[in-house]
């Protein structure tokens, strides 16, 4: 008989689950006016019964590369081929691979490749890369590849396409890239195809925003990462300084970022207009989208005819104002945008197939935009920029976000208050409550944590804290930023005061656990009136 093994087991405590409408908490509104929705509880595109998917060329392509000369028979050749333009209602929404050969004059084939515009980048031992760009149709399958190779000063030159002072026809594409998503301000110089002083410095900005290697040239990580489908809201607004991490939004790059504004109302009104022909289920998926931020959060939607908050739109390619890119180009590639309070407008590109992009990621995105919050720097945040098709579940950062820019109400005139606050699983993390004293007080505010507990293990990738966030809506100071959970200095995702005397109506507090999987901490949120 085999022994028992002698091996601590822990044996989890049982939380009593936090209850909206439980006593001394303020009671949850209604997510989502679903109506007569009869579709309201599907989670996946409903194709309708006369959709027939759209003809597209697939075929191999052939790429060869130029021998130069000198350069070894056998040295192996590595080819990263990437789509830069999908035809209308592609199925595929991102092409992205990889090749190696063992030779330049061997090549490489790309079996079974949808038709459309690529850019192929090149890589050999020693040398530089070098970039080209490809139509791909049924009429031409096979290329051959040529350019000048320079070669590699170190390993990591390798992966550099372009430096500073050089010239290529492609720096163009990636000067308007970074100026349409905030990194670079209209440059002075005229030499549009040269890689100046002043775009190395806003590939820099882009590259840190990223966590890529912030060299300021153009590698071929960073160009990857351009052509990605993605979200066409700037990552800094055109209005905020480019070195914006002193900005009370947030930097580029943040866990958490604000649009700058945020909802008086917490129950939006939404208005639908045109929809798309690729689902029948498009505004049951855009509901459920919005029933995901009401569920963590005090908002509350509900459907109108006219005088909205929240409008819906599918933009057709050809249709008066279209404001997309009809499937990407070299300098972007988007599916969708929106504008926070007080427009509230979410537009769809119809030039995609919605039955193949996930409209539940997008929507979800779209509507974090129309609530207040700007670009995510964590990448498996809704509200990151780039579209992997995942972001329809909520992250604990993104909970953070909405809950600090909306938060439950509490009436109490004192003199003295103790509120609840929860930083559990079923919380994502993050538990927020404005104590309204109901007119202008002096007051000593602090939160209290009365419990922690570790699920898993209790580390470094953990953090807790009760802060004072905000008085009459109005910040207060930070006391901790940076780290792998915090942001830039006055980013809304720090820690701010954890005690705060002074005159005010309405305290907001918030309670926060970081990675919530392995951590959850309750605590209380105190006041007590002066005079």
């Known amino acids: 008989m085999a022994e028992e093994s002698s091996e601590y087991k822990m044996q989890r405590p049982t939380h009593k689950p936090v209850s909206a409408n439980a006593e001394g908490r303020v009671a949850k509104t209604p997510g989502v006016d679903y109506r007569q929705d009869e579709l309201s509880q599907t989670k996946e595109p409903i194709r309708p019964a006369t959709w027939k998917p759209k003809q597209t060329f697939v075929g191999n392509l052939t790429l060869r590369v130029k021998q130069p000369e000198g350069l070894r028979a056998q040295n192996p050749v590595r080819v990263t081929l990437i789509r830069a333009h999908r035809p209308r209602k592609a ?109 190395s410095m806003a590939l820099r900005r882009f590259q840190k925003t990223y966590d890529l290697d912030a060299t300021g040239t153009l590698t071929v990580e960073t160009l990857a990462l351009m052509l990605q489908p993605r979200c066409a809201v700037p990552d800094i607004m055109h209005d905020e300084p480019l070195e914006s991490s002193a900005g009370p939004v947030g930097a580029a790059g943040d866990p958490i970022v604000f649009m700058g504004n945020r909802w008086d109302n917490m129950s939006l009104r939404y208005r639908l207009f045109d929809g798309t022909s690729d689902i029948s289920n498009e505004w049951s998926l855009i509901r459920a989208a919005m029933d995901r931020w009401a569920q963590v959060s005090p908002l509350a939607f509900s459907e109108v005819s ?86 329809a579940t909520l992250h604990e950062v993104d909970v953070r976000g909405i809950k600090s820019l909306y938060t439950p109400v509490y009436r109490h005139n004192g003199p003295f208050v103790a509120y609840p606050l929860f930083a559990f699983n079923s919380e994502m993390g993050t538990d927020s409550v404005t104590i309204d004293l109901g007119a202008v007080r002096h007051f000593l505010a602090w939160g209290t944590i009365t419990m922690i507990d570790s699920l898993i293990d209790l580390d470094r990738d953990n953090m807790c804290f009760i802060d004072v966030y905000e008085v009459d809506g109005n910040r207060t100071n930070w006391r901790v930023s940076g780290g792998d959970h915090l942001g830039s200095a006055n980013s809304p995702g720090n820690a701010y005061e954890g005690t705060y005397v002074g005159y005010g109506r309405r305290i907001t507090f918030r309670i926060t656990a970081g990675h919530v999987s392995d951590l959850e901490a309750s605590g209380h949120a105190m006041v007590l009136v002066l005079s």
């Open 91 to 199: 199925e595929q929404v991102h092409v992205q691979r990889t090749e190696m050969a063992e030779s330049p004059e061997k090549g490489v084939v790309f079996e079974e490749l949808p038709a459309g515009d690529y850019l192929i980048i090149c890589q050999l031992r020693r040398y530089r890369p070098f970039v080209s760009f490809v139509r791909f149709t049924r009429q031409t399958p096979e290329f051959e590849i040529g350019s000048p190779l320079h070669p590699a000063r170190s390993l990591d030159e390798e992966k550099v396409l372009l430096r500073e002072g050089e010239r290529h026809p492609f720096v163009e594409d990636t000067r308007r890239f970074l100026a349409r998503f905030g990194y670079l301000r209209p440059a002075r110089d005229s030499q549009k195809d040269t890689l100046s002083e002043q775009v």
């Open 306 to 391: 006219s005088d909205s908050d929240l409008e819906f739109d599918f933009r057709r390619p050809g249709e008066a104002g279209y404001p997309f890119d009809e499937g990407g180009n070299k300098d972007g590639n988007v599916l969708a945008h929106a504008w926070g309070p007080s427009n509230g407008t979410v537009e769809f590109d119809d030039h995609e197939d919605w039955g193949s992009t996930s409209l539940p990621a997008v929507s979800t995105h779209e509507i974090g935009h129309a609530l207040g919050l700007a670009h995510s720097g964590v990448e498996d945040a809704t509200m990151y920029p780039w579209y992997d098709g995942g972001q």
